[in-house]
């Protein structure tokens, strides 16, 4: 007990003085949080949007009502300085028309509006004749947009998508009203009613933080000591090897549990999440996780020639496995052959647990899954680590 | 001459025989092509097309069918017509359409997953143009006016995955080179080869140019190779110009070498420099328009991606694959300061990594 006690704390202390390990464990892991938080949380979001179109307005002059000028209206009503304004509006000349397209193409501008000559005149036909119950040809209004220009080709579907809107504002001054109707939604799989982005994240933040403690603190350890011979040297004294691992192992806990304390404490007073950070289920549960990641942390330890390749592994496969675990992005009609990756990754599934245990979503993948499939991974990399300590010590 | 271009020989043999550098130049950039590829194309829809997949039960089939189908045009969504109310929430669930609509008499109900997180918010801003479309067609609200579009470019129809390619081609190529120069500076660095090189009449910047040109051509060989496997997974049908693509990759890898060598002046042991490394790209990487385009950012993300050289080598990509033009000018603009500014950096780099290890 002394023996594991005295490795706990050797282990401990190296670390907690290590600039670097300082860094990795606690900074690293706010910083990620931070720059997801910033990106995502605003994005595509109303007040974040912008699309920057022209108007030409080639319409001549109407002895009745000026439609086209209440078109433009319409826009600028949408545009900015106004507030969930999704477009920013020039207004451009017939002659500059060249010019207007020139700005689309080369990304100056997203999409081109132009109001026809007539469009007054052919207004007023439409209603006349809709008041006569006739049908009459709707007036068209060119957009003028790029395809393959995401921004353009958004800015199109904008445009498209607000002409009903535009057209409502229009036949209201004729009497037609929209009739009222009722619109439910639900939310399949939530707990609470509309997640921000913040709490959808930070389950998968404090994997993260327990994986990259995995893969940084045990495996260049584990490589190191095995290429200077360093556990050799224990075997030959009256240590029991297993008090080694046993003191090693909990001190990657400890430094486990300060990170889950820390991201808790961060993303509840700083960034606002609203989660159950401190329920005994998630608790445990991350416990569990973090069990896993030490072990695979000893396997690539294990694995690796020495410290420096463990940096260049880590630097390959950290980002794909973060990725296919759904922490940044949701994972969906993925092929088979990505799907694999996702099945045996163990990030996905902590993933979905801390979410659920923490009151964000209902995970998508059954618990029990969620503790067998890391569960095999620890077992596995146990029964590895031990074989290779074996093989290593004869 | 002659002991710079045996620099060049030993370095391309250390090149050739050290794995971890094969893999990260040559199988990188592919791994994360495809992964970052799926992943954010399949929340998208699919790969061919920009669209949301709506499952859709109308009680009144054939009037609120036809109500739907005209709702959804106006939209842009791909509705699925489902004969059963229940059948809307199992697709749902499953993740095979991204939401689902119930329309009864006068209510409309809206199914979402939470599993899409954060695309969910994009998805009821769509909702509100459909509620305002079957409004319009409940009320019998005549139509003045549509809209005609008119495509200003020819050229294959954007798809997600096209969108995204030159940005996920453009962070793979710029890991490739950050990290390669990186490791292999950081490396000598701890092993104290630099501090024996120090000691010989080696000139530091053509030693860290001999080394940064190995990594010059196997880049630019990755990235042909990256974009031909994205033409055959994903069909993305670039009209690319070889001669400007050439180009560009070889001022943007020039840049990405320099961002390598520069890491590994100002960071002594390779542990920091490759971390470092890793978050700098993370930042550059999530701060672009290299996944989504700037209409959609906020406004301290467009500062920010403005000032990011990534930004300015996805958009060169872009145009060198026939996806969106940038004028000449600012094409020649962007390679003259990749190339001169990744050239000053491997030079000035070289010099002063060998002054250090003078100390």
Known sequence: MKETWNFFKVHLLSDLRNKRSIFWVVIFPILLFT?????????????????????????????????????????????????DAIFTLTMMKKKDTNAA???VIYSEADAVLIIPKDFNSAIARSILFSKLGISAPLVPIKVFYVPNRASSNLAESAIEGTIGQINS????????????????????????????????????IMVIAAFMTGLLLVAPKIAMMRRYAVMKKYASTPVNPYSFFLGF??????????????????STFVLGAVIRAFSWQAFLYYLFSCAVYAAIGFVVGFIASGPTSVGAVSSLINLPLEFLAG????????????????????????????????????????????????????????AFSSVRQNLEKE | MKNFFELVRKSFYMFIRDRQATIMIFISPIVFMLIIGFVISGISGGTTSVNVKVAAYTSNSSNYEQLFKKAAEKSGIEPIFVKDKNDVKKLVNSGKVQMGISLESSTVTFFYNQSFGQYNNYLKDLQSFIVQAIREEISGIPMYIQIVPNSLKTGSSLTVISFIVPGILAIAIMMAGVFGMATTLGTYRENGSLKRLRTTPLNGSLFVFSIALNRFWSSILSSYITVLMSEWIFSTNYNINWPLFSILMASAVFMSLGFGTAFSVVFKDLWTILNFSTIVLVIMMLFSNVFYPFSIMPEYMKV???????????????????????????????????AFGGLLMIVLGGKAIFYLEKR
Do not use: C
Not at chain 1, 38 to 66: E, H, M, R, W
């Open chain 1, 35 to 83: 720059i997801l938080v910033l990106t995502f949380s605003n994005l595509g979001v109303k007040g974040s949007i912008n699309f920057k179109i022209i108007l030409i307005n080639d319409s001549q002059k109407a002895n009745g009502p000026n439609f086209s000028r209440e078109l433009v209206n319409a826009f600028r009503s949408l545009s900015f300085p106004n507030k």
């Open chain 1, 327 to 382: 922490i940044y992005f949701p994972l969906y009609n993925l092929p088979w052959y990505i799907n694999i990756f996702v099945y045996i990754n163990p990030l996905w599934y902590s993933t979905n647990a801390l979410r659920q245990f923490l009151g964000v979503a209902m995970s998508t993948t059954p618990m029990w899954m969620n503790i067998l499939v890391p569960g095999i991974w620890l077992i596995a990399s146990i």
């Open chain 1, 169 to 204: 504002y229009l036949t209201a001054r004729f009497g037609y009203t929209l009739k009222a109707i009722k619109v439910k939604s639900k939310t399949f799989g939530s707990i609470m009613e509309s997640p921000s982005y913040t709490n959808f994240v930070a389950p998968g």
């Open chain 1, 101 to 103: 397209f020139e700005k």
């Open chain 2, 304 to 338: 920010i991606a403005r000032v990011m050289p990534i930004t300015y080598f996805a958009q060169g990509l872009r145009y060198t694959l026939g996806i969106a033009p940038v004028y000449l000018w600012k094409f020649t603009l962007i390679n003259i300061i990749f």
């Open chain 1, 249 to 266: 192992t909990a001190s990657r806990l400890f430094i486990m549990i300060i990170q889950y304390i820390g991201l808790a404490l961060f």
